[in-house]
């Protein structure tokens, strides 16, 4: 009697160890981190990301956008807990303001020190709290030697009507705004209601003449041959230029914006030192460089610049000289101006 209850007891508890056991691997399987990550179209070499998952055993979901403007509403309407996300300069201060954003805990960011400095101290995060700058870059007419026969030095050609039907516009507002407020000699951040309804009026005046307002699909348009002129941000063009060799691009003599997109933590995020272990290995020298070889944008990264080939620091389409440069201005956040700016993009828009 005593040896079958001692029997029934050891089954009893290899019964409960066994259960405890699964109890601790569904847990396990449970906690294991997913991390949320929400960039541009285009803009990662997707193999880094394997890397990380592989070395960390931490999975990442990741999602693409096509403009500031769709990233911020879906972030701020918190329909998804995003960890990571990467806006340019002026979304990066219209979330600062409006609490979007978790300061970042630098102690886990070691590899923030090779950040070039000349990106740091920036009006959108005027003390560093905030943001790893990603990438930088220029906005700027790419266009194809063979199908353009003038000189592509000034935003105006985007105008001229021997171009009629082969012009491609990005379908963004700051951008479409900018570059004409460029061409009149204004700001690209101006508030001045006269130097923006000039504005309104070329663009209305250019419709006609615009193939497409478009954002990823310039890229496959322009090496397809299916367009001459293309507004878009240089890191695509050098994408064009790999595959099309026909493809050149320009910054025009006017000006244009100067961009730094950056890698912050949504207040969403539900893992924010895991976030913050893939935005110090996102700055590792070896990751940056791969990334930013693949992707052909320009990089903030002091040490992966001295390791690249020659020949791309000295293409000005990613690497622009400093009078270029100088020429050049960053997006402010407008605050509740942007509006009007809304206002506008949605008139253009509309005309006939």
């Known amino acids: 009697m005593k040896r079958i209850k001692r029997i029934t007891s050891i089954v009893t508890l290899i019964v409960v160890l066994f259960t405890m056991a699964l109890s601790f691997t569904s847990c396990s399987k449970e906690e294991k981190v997913t991390l949320n990550v929400y960039n541009w179209g285009e803009y990662i070499d997707e193999s880094v990301i394997k890397e990380f998952e ?10 693409t956008y096509a403009t500031n403007e769709e990233m911020y509403t879906k972030v701020k309407s918190g329909g998804t807990a995003y960890d990571i996300v990467i806006p340019s300069d002026y979304m990066v201060a219209k979330m600062i303001r409006e609490g979007l954003l978790e300061k ?57 009507e021997k171009y009629k039907g082969q012009i491609l516009m990005l379908d963004s507002q700051r951008e479409a705004i900018g570059l004409t407020l460029k061409k009149l000699g204004y700001s690209l951040n101006t508030t001045d209601k006269n130097a923006l309804e000039k504005a309104k009026q070329e663009l209305i005046k250019q419709k006609p003449l615009v193939l497409a307002y478009a954002v990823d699909e310039i890229k496959d348009k322009m090496i397809a041959n299916e367009a001459a002129l293309a507004v878009d941000w240089a890191g695509n063009a050098v994408c064009m ?112």
């Open 104 to 160: 970042l805990d630098f102690s886990n960011i070691p590899n923030y020190k090779y950040i070039d400095p000349k990106f740091k101290n920036r009006d959108f995060d005027p003390n560093n709290e905030y943001t790893v700058p990603y990438m930088w870059g220029t906005v700027g007419i790419a266009y194809n030697k063979k199908m353009v026969t003038d000189p592509v030095d000034s935003w105006n050609i985007l105008w001229n």
């Open 241 to 352: 230029k790999r595959q099309n060799p026909d493809i050149e691009f320009a910054i025009p003599k006017e000006g244009s914006n100067l961009f730094i997109d950056c890698m912050v933590i949504p207040k969403t995020s539900k893992h924010k030192k895991e976030a913050e272990m893939f935005i110090n290995f996102m700055c590792e020298t070896a990751i940056a460089k791969k990334n930013v070889e693949y992707i052909g944008y320009s990089t903030p990264h002091t040490e992966v610049y001295k390791l690249l080939d020659e020949k791309i620091k000295n293409d000005k389409t990613i690497y622009p000289d400093e009078e270029t440069l100088n020429r050049c201005e960053i997006y402010k956040d407008l605050s509740d101006y942007l509006s009007e700016y809304d206002r506008i993009w949605t008139e253009v828009k509309a005309s006939n």
């Open 54 to 63: 592989q070395r960390y055993g931490i999975k990442v979901n990741y999602e």
